[in-house]
């Protein structure tokens, strides 16, 4: 049973989606604040966090980026329809998706699942190298770890997913939407910030320099495309 | 066309202070110089006359009493001659007549220059008789004189049949005279050059603050309420300035209270959406729960935890739709462009939304319109059209991409979605893309929010494009949406709050 921790300070919200997330099978805590939601994150070693980013005392953000510091349990966020500039720092700070309120509470389960899914990695790969190279980036498939430079990198759910989608294919060039579809499981017309977002994450993990990439090549107009040089 | 551009620049303020001025210089140096002309002359000419006609009758009355009477011709010639002789100036003509004789002092002179008239006049009569004549242009003086007898009794005064006759060119007069004409038209110049600059002066003077006037007006009408005139001196014109601005300030102020009010309205509704949405993330939270347990509630109960389940997903809709207007109001909805195929989109807009066997679409082949869009503000504004024409026109729909040119050869799109319905009626056809606009007076809910098709257009003209809603001659609705494939990234526009350029 997946645990969900879910950092809300509404009252009726948080109560609405504990009572909703646990009918969609899952064992939920909440807490009311980032201090308390930092706590239990500790106690309850959720499999997700539901992190509304309108908190009072410690804003989202700030709960956000703590967690990424030691952490690389899957984020959504949970935002007001406007606040844009915080989707994007929100991303950028590690989240792996966001939802804008209100939200279904079915919507917010195929959310999770799908965040889920991807922290738990791919069916394993029969037959494939156990370790793959490229530069000196290492990806091992199997194991769902990735080393650069013989240093392992700590990597977000939806980074591994990433790269490992791109490095399955190296030249080939995927459109946002097509990642968005493979990684994130959203719809074509999904945001694409999300892919943005997480290739900076990814690029300043593996140690690319932000003009000169060495790993994960932007191809102007199209998309993304994997290839060591 | 000549003429009404000389018709308006003639009834320019400009022009016609010219010609007024200069009529009036050209009026008063005519006139002026004609009366001098006229004192002038008169004096000039009639100086000269009663100095000859003196010398003249002077002449005559010394030099008679020297002649023997009656005279015989050579004596009338030697006495013309000896008159003639005597003149002031070198050309007197004389002719001296007695019953039928009659001498000149230059011979063979025919004497045109006297008039039978005067001869019968200067016969008939004692006194002396002048006229002046004008022959061949030249004037001349004519003088006639009859000699009378000098006694010292009336009795004895009497005609002695002698009549002298003098004609004296007068062309040293007329000199004079042309000389004033000439010296009056050579000052009427000068006087009409001066009223021209001082009529461009005053026109000048009156035409600067009236084109600032008009300057300024413009700019207003251009929606620069700020604008303020600088008011000079306290004539009537500084008058106007002074009201131009007063006006200006009130307009201004008005303007502002306007704008004020609709901010406000606008704040409101955004704040409304904004506490709304709270209560209402709790509420969604919970639907499907309400959804799954309310087969198992009694018919009443069950009826009314749907019924609470639906409303809340409209109004969570609602809500929703309210929020992504306010942010385009206040300018806060951004464009986040990426390069797609359009096609592509369209047909991913109607699959998710299970539409793709419901509407019949003509769309390029993939990978032949490419562009950059927002991909998800499009999926808005396609799902909208559609949603509209499936809900509001008849079946069957259908949905058309194309690319065409826009006037400086850059790429447009260009999405149809028609439907097979009633049309749109007239009256309404103004108000489609209107907020909460109702075609009924009666304001029946419809499904949808009443924001669609605002927020459709409003997304339309985030990406500088245009959305119009036309009436097919087939029948039918069609909406034609136009969107520029190339933009500049550096300039990626933000939603202003204010005009919308809909068309």
Partial sequence: ?229 | MRAPRLLRALSSLRVRLVVAFALVAAVATVTTGALTFREARTGVLQQSQDTVIEDFRERVNTLVPNYRFPPARPDLEAFAADIARGGRSDNWRVLAVYRELSATSVPADSFRELSPAMREAVHSGSATVFQRVTRDARSSLVVGMPVTFAGQHAADRGPSGLEVYLTVPQTEEQGYVDALVTAIERATVPALALAVLLALLAARGVLRPVRALRRATRSIAEGRLDTRLKVHGSDELADLSHTFNETAAALEESVAELRRMEAGARRFAADVSHELRTPLAAMSAVTDVLDEDAAGLDDDTAMAVRLISEETTKLADLVNDLMEISRFDAGAAALHLDDIDLAESLRRTLASRGWLHTVHTSLPEPGVLRGRVDPRRLDVVVANLVANALKHGGLPVHLRLYEQEDAEGGRQAVIEVADSGDGIEDGVMPHVFDRFYKSDTARTRSEGSGLGLAITAENVRLHGGTVRAANRPQGGAVFTVVLPLEHDDAAQRTARPGKGDRS
Wanted: charged share 25%; net charge positive.
């Fill in chain 1, 1 to 229: 049973m997946p645990r969900v921790l879910i950092i809300e300070d509404d009252r009726a919200v948080r109560e609405g989606l504990r009572l909703a997330l646990r009918r969609q099978g899952h064992e939920v805590a909440a807490a009311a604040t980032g201090e308390d939601g930092l706590e239990q994150l500790r106690s309850f070693r959720p499999d997700a966090v539901i992190l509304d980013l309108m908190l009072p005392g410690m804003p989202g953000l700030e709960v956000c980026r703590r967690i990424r510091a030691h952490d690389q349990v899957p984020i959504i966020m949970a935002t007001a329809r406007g606040d844009d500039t915080d989707v994007v720092v929100g991303l950028e700070a590690g989240a792996d998706d966001y939802v804008v309120k209100p939200v279904r509470a079915r919507v917010l389960d195929a959310r999770i699942r799908a965040v889920l899914r991807r922290a738990s990695g791919p069916p394993a790969e029969y037959g494939a190298p156990p370790t793959e190279h490229h530069g000196d980036l290492a990806i091992d498939r199997a194991g769902l770890t990735v080393t650069h430079q013989g240093r392992p990198v700590a990597l977000g759910p939806s980074e591994l997913r990433l790269l490992l989608a791109l490095s399955a294919s190296p030249g080939q060039v995927f459109s946002r939407q097509q990642l968005l579809e493979a990684v994130w499981e959203h719809n074509y017309h999904g945001d694409a910030r999300l892919v943005d977002a997480c290739v900076k994450r990814l690029r300043s993990k593996i140690g690319e320099a932000s003009g000169n990439p060495r790993y994960i090549h932007t191809v102007r107009g199209f998309g993304y495309r994997f290839g060591a040089r």
